[in-house]
């Protein structure tokens, strides 16, 4: 169960915070749970011409590979947020904190098991190698 808060410059108007909605529910089907994601993109407030994106990722930890995991996320986004915003590397910081199966409930009831939905590592993105 994903929880993601996309915090985005104040100048994005309604259709593009929407985009990004869509964009990041795939970006996290990809790479660490396919189902019971819940995605929250706001405006913070920011200088013109502003394209810093902060994006707070929650999940369950215990699937394993959660650094490939997470650079493989950081990789799906900034393609997302270069295209929309013109957000570049440096201006994307991606955070994911983890949480354990007893610290959350969803529907009223226990969430479902992480092998059930876990997207195999093997299908990650890696991040770009800086050797030349």
Request: charged content about 30%; hydrophobic content about 30%; proline content about 7%.
């Given at each position: 169960m994903p929880i993601v808060r996309v915090d985005v410059p104040e100048s994005l108007n309604h259709e593009q915070q929407m985009e990004i909605r869509r964009e990041m529910h795939g970006c996290i089907t990809r790479t660490w749970f396919r189902e019971h994601i819940w995605i929250a993109v706001r405006p913070y407030a920011s200088e013109p011409n502003e394209r810093t994106v902060i994006m707070t990722v929650e999940v369950r930890g215990g699937r394993g590979h959660e650094k490939e995991r997470a650079e493989a996320l950081f990789e799906e986004a900034?393609?997302?947020?270069?295209?929309?915003?013109?957000?570049?590397?440096?201006?994307?910081?991606?955070?994911?904190?983890?949480?354990?199966?007893?610290?959350?409930?969803?529907?009223?009831?226990?969430?479902?098991?992480?092998?059930?939905?876990?997207?195999?590592?093997?299908?990650?993105?890696?991040?770009?190698?800086?050797?030349?």
């Open positions: 900034h393609e997302v947020f270069e295209r929309i915003i013109g957000t570049g590397r440096e201006e994307l910081i991606v955070l994911c904190r983890k949480f354990s199966q007893e610290d959350c409930i969803s529907g009223g009831d226990e969430l479902p098991p992480l092998s059930e939905a876990t997207p195999d590592v093997s299908g990650l993105r890696r991040r770009p190698s800086t050797i030349s």
